[in-house]
Antibody, heavy 124, light 107 residues
Framework: QLQLQESGPGLVKPSETLSLTCTVS??????????WGWIRQPPGKGLEYIGS???????FYNPSLKSRVTILVDTSKNQFSLKLSSVTAADTAVYYC????????????????WGQGTLVTVSS | DIQMTQSPSSLSASVGDRVTITCRAS??????LNWYQHKPGKAPKVLIY???SLQSGVPSRFSGSGSGTDFTLTISSLQPEDFATYYC?????????FGPGTRVDIK
């Protein structure tokens, strides 16, 4: 059974960089069949797609965050990571990592396995 | 970005009830519509992808329909484990966007 687990600091200061890691177990990031993505949910608000990456390192991002986001992959550790720079209180959210099934595989893109999420608070 | 809306925002229902949740897109998304179930503190779970395809392992009481801008998630007979928040998500174009959610409570 595929499992994803987010990890990283729960508190980040304003203007600093938020860094999270997603560890994948029960399957290989390098299989080449899937993308690997990040989604977030601010308190009391809806879900927001951040971006996705392929095992080769090819990534694509939500334009609203593109200038501040980097998603990287480490196949040797079966992990992928999220970096969000210049954070503000508006970036306070539960951050989820998920496996992204591409349209070529299922006729549409969707997220079939998710981590439980990790709360990141931006505050001084 | 494509805006997604859901109705109702919340509903109360009893075990055994038939429940219908509606999702509307701000422009046509063909059948690129997915549904997720989310319980507090748990990982979201995909129920339906591509409007009507049931994800492996999901009970057949869940079904989806629609096309273009209007979509529906139906739970044919609500079970105790179905009390949760349900989100729709469009994957017609990036950035993928989610609806605001529909919370299903016990009546």
């Amino acid at each position: 059974q595929l499992q994803l687990q987010e990890s990283g600091p729960g508190l980040v200061k304003p203007s600093e960089t938020l860094s999270l890691t997603c560890t994948v177990s029960g399957g290989s990031i390098s299989s080449g069949l899937y993308y690997w993505g990040w989604i977030r949910q601010p308190p009391g608000k809806g879900l927001e797609y951040i971006g996705s990456t392929y095992y080769s390192g090819n990534s694509f991002y939500n334009p609203s965050l593109k200038s501040r986001v980097t998603i990287l992959v480490d196949t040797s550790k079966n992990q992928f990571s999220l970096k969000l720079s210049s954070v503000t209180a508006a970036d306070t959210a539960v951050y989820y990592c998920a496996r992204h099934v591409p349209e070529v595989a299922a006729g549409t893109d969707y997220f079939d396995y998710w981590g439980q999420g990790t709360l990141v608070t931006v505050s001084s | 970005d494509i805006q997604m809306t859901q109705s109702p925002s919340s509903l109360s229902a009893s075990v055994g009830d038939r429940v219908t949740i509606t999702c509307r897109a701000s422009q046509s998304i063909s059948t690129h519509l997915n549904w997720y179930q989310h319980k507090p503190g748990k990982a979201p779970k995909v129920l339906i992808y591509g409007t009507s395809s049931l994800q492996s392992g999901v009970p057949s009481r869940f079904s989806g329909s629609g096309s273009g801008t209007d979509f529906t998630l139906t739970i044919s007979s609500l079970q105790p484990e179905d009390f949760a928040t349900y989100y729709c998500q469009q994957s017609y174009t990036s950035p993928f966007t989610f609806g605001p959610g529909t919370r299903v409570d016990i009546k």
